[in-house]
């Protein structure tokens, strides 16, 4: 590796997003002795609590994120929904990004990431674009029912989507996603849902997690399992089809592969988050090295750490919903041996929102899951103080 490459603690690692995602970076990277910025419109953000400075602007005001790129040695995304021309401006100051813009540009439109996935001949579902309701007529026919029809950009947890059961429904499922450029893809009557978060280095080298097997309610991720129970052949194939994509779209930095693995046995990609992933949280307790950590690494320049895992791992999301009947159970939760707390920051809980996790660890799978579901079940446990 060349050490000019390198960039070395204190750097300035820039975050364009301030969730979870950037906060659990900046924690991590903290501990490694950088400094985090961290831009987006919000205030008092989760990453802003955690950073050295927030920048609170609008993604495409580019004179604020010219003079935010300015001052930091790195520019990483912990939210693909932002306007492509960041990495641009970054680009133009000659400040690194990574991943790239072309990362980004990819995988912020459903349609773009498709079309890259089936030229890198990737296995995907059957998919048509639409634009008009002459190609939402020919899609359902080429496609047929049931199938899934999605906005082309800024979708995630489920957001602008609308199954079809029946040709007749297509119109309908369209006007409810505003009439915008869509995506119909066949329906997948899969088995399980998995992902493989993974990490590539500047000088090309890669790092994975193993499989990792989700359960989601509500288009949300409910559950992740690690290791996923399935065949060593199938962890194989998941594997090599993450390590294909990361190379192919030249990632430097961490990106998850999300997969059906349909009731024949076959993988099919679905989707790419080119960041952290809500699927990789438990790495910060089960792994030797977690996802943010790699991720602070990778886009400095430094070697990738050991991505062992240390026990079977279960993490299960907290939203907005825990807290309808008042503030959760903490103690009755943490009472369960072995589970780690994660919170956010996030000010107000709303339905459906994203607040923290919960991560068991255990001697099995099954005991991890257990482990996390009983004490998420405690949450709602009446208090006894």
Request: a negative charge; glycine letters at 8%.
């Amino acid at each position: 590796m060349n050490h000019k490459t390198i960039l070395p603690p204190p750097a300035v690692i820039g975050v364009f997003g301030s969730g979870q995602l950037g906060r659990m970076l900046a924690l991590a990277a903290r501990r490694m002795g950088y400094r985090i910025h961290t831009f987006s419109p919000e205030r008092h953000s989760p990453t802003g609590q955690i950073a050295d400075r927030e920048v609170c602007a609008a993604y495409d005001d580019l004179d604020a994120v010219r003079d935010f790129v300015r001052q930091v040695a790195v520019v990483t995304f912990e939210f693909e929904n932002v306007a492509a021309e960041v990495a641009q401006v970054a680009a133009e100051e000659g400040v690194p990004v990574r991943p790239g813009g072309h990362v980004l540009h990819t995988t912020q439109q459903r349609l773009r990431e498709k079309r890259f996935l089936a030229a890198a001949g990737l296995p995907v579902t059957p998919f048509a674009d639409v634009t008009t309701e002459a190609e939402l007529s020919a899609a359902i026919a080429q496609i047929g029912a049931p199938a899934v029809l999605k906005t082309a950009a800024f979708g995630y947890d489920g957001k602008g989507q609308a199954r079809i059961d029946d040709a007749t429904q297509a119109l309908t499922a369209w006007e409810a996603i505003g009439r915008q450029e869509a995506i119909l893809e066949s329906f997948v009557d899969f088995e399980r849902e998995l992902s493989v978060v993974a990490a590539r280095g500047l000088d090309g080298s890669f790092a994975h997690w193993g499989v990792i097997e989700n359960a989601h309610r509500h288009h949300i991720l409910d559950l992740s399992t690690a290791p996923a129970a399935v065949d060593p052949r199938v962890a194989d194939a998941a594997v090599a089809l993450a390590r294909s994509v990361l190379a192919q779209l030249d990632v430097v930095g961490v990106l998850c592969v999300e997969m059906f693995l349909d009731h024949r046995g076959r993988l099919l990609i679905n989707e790419l988050a080119p960041r952290p992933h809500n699927s990789g949280h438990l790495t910060i307790e089960a792994s030797a090295t977690s996802q943010f950590e790699q991720q602070a690494r990778a886009i400095c320049g430094l070697p990738l750490g050991s991505t062992e895992m240390l026990r079977p791992a279960a993490m299960a999301n907290l939203l907005g919903d825990l807290w309808e009947q008042g503030e959760p159970n903490w103690a009755a939760a943490l009472a369960v041996s072995g589970v780690k707390l994660h919170l956010y920051g996030k000010q107000a809980p709303r339905g459906g929102r994203k607040m923290g996790h919960l991560t068991a660890l255990a001697g099995t799978i099954e005991d991890a899951r257990a482990k996390v579901v009983q004490a998420r079940a405690a949450l709602s446990e009446a208090s006894a103080i």
